[in-house]
């Protein structure tokens, strides 16, 4: 026998074992889409006994050429960035754990992403927003970082630059600044109020204490007294556009040695409409790498949960801001994420878990540098976790169902992707717009 000939036994019997593998499993069936919005297409098919994994084949052609791959462990599929009013085909086979095809694909089926809904001009739309102006000192050695004295004209000018009608601030301490040597002794709330006011906006507190004390102006020697304060976490508003109804704080839950935490809330009216709604505004722990910091920010989000529910008795639209602390890339979970979504309220971006690309529960028409992290940790060029899609976020706003017709992240950067003079904070102002139901 020759070597040639030799040769083509031997390929002949190897593509026979190969082919034999490859129908190891049979095909899936029952390939099937559940759901399509004018970016995302839902799938499902029957599981196959003893299947490692699945590969899903995309195309935009019946001849399948030029085709996208995807693998799963499950039998659901999102696929995400797709072009509206387009049909896209699909097949599935089992695949092992090495990723090799083990079963024929199944029958392929077509299925056509949803017209792009042409949507009216929204009326009145309430600027809402949320911003950690980071505390007076909190770590001095970070390259860029300005003590408050030295950056909070760049945190008004933020603020300025979009004008919310409501403002959640993170870490805008309570105790008064190291910097501030008059007889006012302000805290940094306090400042960052003042200083929006005499730039021409009347911006007001919620609740202008400092603590919940008896003398509520210092910590010291507190005789417990239920003011409303709630640390650095304040809901500021615009009083020419919003009236403030009622408003009051919940400290939430905290380990021993950490700093308190707190749920601050405001009903608030719409002066444009008339609309009645629901501020809430949160800070959770930190200490991000920490499982046991981990199970008290899932305890602290389900807290804030309820806690909207028992203070909206109104049942007003809810819109929740807040430093959560964690974001989709937090190990083992997003979890404070989870626990909004799961409550059933929405995230505008669909920024869910390890995916950079929206989910079709996302509901911002439109996004302006969604693929910057809101976190930048005074880093002069400001961190992207890529050049499209959704970033990396642990500050957060949330809704419960109503429009919301754009979502922000404010940064102010020249062409580079450098922050432009001083950095106002470490983390950026997010903020959107939305039309109350």
Not at 25 to 47: C, E, R
Not at 355 to 369: F, G, M
């Amino acid at each position: 026998m020759t070597a040639v000939l030799v040769a083509l036994v031997i390929l002949t019997l190897f593509s026979a074992q190969k082919s034999s593998a490859a129908m190891a499993y049979p095909a899936p069936v029952g390939l099937k889409s559940s759901f399509s919005s004018p970016s995302t297409i839902t799938l499902s098919w029957g599981g196959v006994a003893g299947a490692k994994g699945y590969r899903l084949q995309q195309a935009s052609n019946l001849a399948m050429s030029g085709s996208t791959y995807y693998s799963f462990t499950g039998t659901t599929a999102d696929i995400r960035g797709l072009t509206p009013d387009t049909t896209y085909y699909f097949q599935v086979r089992v695949i092992d754990a090495a990723g090799t095809g083990v079963s024929e694909y199944s029958a392929r089926v077509a299925v056509k992403t949803a017209t792009k809904p042409v949507l009216q001009a929204v009326q009145n739309a309430l600027r809402v927003a949320t911003y950690n102006v980071s505390c007076e000192y909190c770590f001095a050695s970070r390259a860029n970082e300005l003590p408050w004295i030295g950056r909070r004209d760049a945190v008004v000018k933020t603020v300025l630059g979009q004008r919310p009608d409501v403002l959640g601030v993170q870490e805008a301490s309570s105790g008064r600044l190291k910097s501030d040597t008059s007889t006012a002794g302000l805290a940094q709330f306090e400042d960052l109020t003042n200083r929006l006011v005499a730039a021409g906006t009347p911006y007001k507190l919620s609740n202008t204490k400092r603590n919940n004390c008896v003398d509520d102006q210092t910590p010291s020697n507190c005789v417990y007294q239920y003011k409303g304060a709630s640390g650095g976490t304040k809901i500021l508003y615009n009083s020419g556009t919003v009236e403030l109804l009622s408003q009051g704080s919940q400290k939430l839950a905290t380990q021993t040695g950490a700093d308190d935490r707190y749920f601050a809330w405001a009903i608030l009216r719409q002066r444009a409409t008339g609309k009645v709604f629901f501020f809430g505004n949160a800070h959770l722990i930190d200490h991000m790498s920490d499982p046991a910091f981990f199970a008290l920010r899932t305890k602290q989000a389900e807290q804030v949960i309820t806690a909207i529910a028992a203070k909206n008795t109104g049942k007003y639209p809810v819109v929740m801001v807040g430093d959560f602390n964690s974001n989709k890339w937090t190990a083992p979970s997003n979890a404070p994420y989870d626990a909004f979504i799961k409550a059933g309220y929405i995230d505008p971006l669909g920024n869910t878990y390890k995916s950079d690309l929206p989910s079709s529960a996302a509901t911002a028409e439109k996004t302006i540098r969604a693929n910057f992290e809101s976190y930048n940790g005074f880093a002069r060029k400001a961190p992207a976790r890529n050049s499209y899609g959704n970033g990396t976020y642990m500050d957060y706003i949330f809704t419960s169902k109503m429009r919301t017709t754009v979502w922000e992240n404010v940064l102010n950067i020249d062409s580079t992707g450098n922050f432009v003079g001083t950095i106002p904070s470490d983390h950026n102002m997010i903020r959107a717009d939305v039309q109350l139901p």
